[in-house]
Every structure is written in structure tokens, then in C-alpha cells.
């Protein structure tokens, strides 16, 4: 992966730009956003616990497991994953349908059996693949960035989950790679400066699925973005 220095402050201000196009869409469709991160994130998240738990109480008082630990702990967790995985695409398709001013329903978290296979099989390897790398802190934040448009190419482009990744690593090359950072990077430092709130996280998590979105429909596409002005966008179409 090469890195152009190239348009350094156009690039910035374009990020810039994104971010404040990001937060004003996030306010605009606070509550559709809500909704479909609930429903493909946090619920999930909750139901998991709440079978995890259980699981663990089972493990521990019927199946004698000495620190609670078993099957149903297993099976409550494996909840947690295969649905998250599953829902990946139809949380990416909501953001683009955001992104790009298209009303949005909350069965649009349902997509495709074909896409929902392939966000599970995707988000599963890029979740291990980043997590492996955070140990390290910068390989796992590189990661992230490369395959941070995974699931846009997913639900837009009914891509399989090998070629969403290869696009995704591709298309965040070059010049566009240091801008997203910067997006990332103002995001998690947002939600981390929140955290206190319980709020403040889950919002810029959804302010920072749009941005991603953002990237995905103008950014690769726009022929006025700085980075394709660069040839970006004549490589993309090779």
C-alpha cells in the first residue's frame, strides 16, 4: 500500500467537510439511525447478555461446570456473533441509504440471504483479522481502515465476502487512506471523550457508520473529490 502525500490540505478539508456532513445527517435522521442500530447492534448485544448469563447459571448449577463455563455459555455467545454478523449488511445498507438522502424502513435491516451470509462470513474474518491485530494497536487500526467499506460493497454491489474485502482494501489505497483516518480517528476520539455518557458512544457510532457511508458514495465516485482528481477514480474503474 503506497501513500501519497500529494493534496495534503484538500484532502483534509474534504475529511473535514465529511465529518460536519456526517453529523448533520446523524441529527436529520437521529431516530431512523437509532432504530436500525438497535436493531442490528444493540439489541442483539443485550439479548446476548442476557443468554450468556443464562447460559452460564445452566453451566454452573445443572451441567456442574466448575467457573460456569459450557455449552450454553457457548451457545449464548455464538448468539451474539452470528447475529451481529448477519445484521453487519442491513446496518450498512441504512447508513448509505442515509448517506445518500433515500428514506429508510426499519426492514431494511433485513437484506438478502445471499448478503446476509456474506456480511456474517465477512464480518467474521475482518473481526478476527482486526482483533488479532489490535494487540499491536497500529496493525489493527490499519486493518480497520482497509476494510472499513466492506459492507457498502456488500448491500450495493452484491459483492461475495472475499471480493467485498479485496475491494474494499483496494479502493482505500493511495491518497484516500489518510483522510479516512483522519474521519476514524475523530470519531473514536469523540466517543471515547463521551464515554461517560451512554448515549454519546452509541451516537458517534452512528454519526461514524454515515461518515463511512459518505466515504463509500461520494468519495469513490464523485469525480470533484480531490482524490479522484488525483486518478483515483480511473483506477477504481479498472
Given at each position: 500500500?503506497?501513500?501519497?502525500?500529494?493534496?495534503?490540505?484538500?484532502?483534509?478539508?474534504?475529511?473535514?467537510?465529511?465529518?460536519?456532513?456526517?453529523?448533520?445527517?446523524?441529527?436529520?435522521?437521529?431516530?431512523?439511525?437509532?432504530?436500525?442500530?438497535?436493531?442490528?447492534?444493540?439489541?442483539?448485544?443485550?439479548?446476548?447478555?442476557?443468554?450468556?448469563?443464562?447460559?452460564?447459571?445452566?453451566?454452573?448449577?445443572?451441567?456442574?461446570?466448575?467457573?460456569?463455563?459450557?455449552?450454553?455459555?457457548?451457545?449464548?455467545?455464538?448468539?451474539?456473533?452470528?447475529?451481529?454478523?448477519?445484521?453487519?449488511?442491513?446496518?450498512a445498507k441504512i447508513a448509505l441509504k442515509?448517506?445518500?438522502?433515500?428514506?429508510?424502513k426499519a426492514s431494511d435491516v433485513i437484506?438478502?440471504?445471499?448478503?446476509?451470509?456474506?456480511?456474517?462470513?465477512?464480518?467474521?474474518?475482518?473481526?478476527?483479522?482486526?482483533?488479532?491485530?489490535?494487540?499491536?494497536?497500529?496493525?489493527?487500526?490499519?486493518?480497520?481502515?482497509?476494510?472499513?467499506?466492506?459492507?457498502?460493497?456488500?448491500?450495493?454491489?452484491?459483492?461475495?465476502?472475499?471480493?467485498?474485502?479485496?475491494?474494499?482494501?483496494?479502493?482505500?489505497?493511495?491518497?484516500?487512506?489518510?483522510?479516512?483516518?483522519?474521519?476514524?480517528?475523530?470519531?473514536?476520539?469523540?466517543?471515547?471523550?463521551?464515554?461517560?455518557?451512554?448515549?454519546?458512544?452509541?451516537?458517534?457510532?452512528?454519526?461514524?457508520?454515515?461518515?463511512?457511508?459518505?466515504?463509500?458514495?461520494?468519495?469513490?465516485?464523485?469525480?470533484?473529490?480531490?482524490?479522484?482528481?488525483?486518478?483515483?477514480?480511473?483506477?477504481?474503474?479498472?
Amino acid at each position: 500500500m503506497a501513500f501519497e502525500l500529494t493534496n495534503v490540505k484538500e484532502n483534509s478539508i474534504y475529511a473535514v467537510g465529511t465529518i460536519k456532513d456526517a453529523w448533520i445527517l446523524t441529527a436529520k435522521n437521529f431516530f431512523p439511525l437509532f432504530i436500525g442500530w438497535f436493531l442490528t447492534l444493540g439489541g442483539p448485544l443485550m439479548v446476548t447478555a442476557v443468554l450468556t448469563l443464562t447460559g452460564v447459571g445452566i453451566d454452573k448449577l445443572l451441567l456442574h461446570f466448575p467457573k460456569g463455563g459450557g455449552p450454553f455459555t457457548l451457545i449464548g455467545l455464538m448468539f451474539g456473533v452470528i447475529a451481529i454478523g448477519c445484521f453487519w449488511a442491513g446496518w450498512a445498507k441504512i447508513a448509505l441509504k442515509v448517506a445518500r438522502g433515500i428514506p429508510t424502513k426499519a426492514s431494511d435491516v433485513i437484506c438478502s440471504p445471499g448478503q446476509m451470509l456474506s456480511g456474517l462470513i465477512a464480518c467474521a474474518i475482518t473481526a478476527s483479522l482486526i482483533g488479532m491485530g489490535w494487540w499491536l494497536i497500529i496493525p489493527g487500526f490499519l486493518l480497520a481502515i482497509k476494510w472499513q467499506l466492506v459492507p457498502y460493497f456488500i448491500v450495493d454491489q452484491n459483492c461475495g465476502p472475499i471480493e467485498a474485502m479485496k475491494r474494499s482494501w483496494h479502493a482505500t489505497d493511495n491518497s484516500i487512506f489518510i483522510p479516512m483516518a483522519v474521519v476514524s480517528l475523530a470519531f473514536l476520539g469523540l466517543s471515547a471523550a463521551s464515554g461517560f455518557l451512554i448515549i454519546g458512544p452509541v451516537i458517534c457510532n452512528m454519526a461514524l457508520a454515515v461518515a463511512s457511508a459518505i466515504i463509500y458514495a461520494r468519495w469513490l465516485t464523485d469525480e470533484e473529490a480531490p482524490f479522484n482528481k488525483s486518478g483515483l477514480l480511473e483506477e477504481h474503474d479498472e
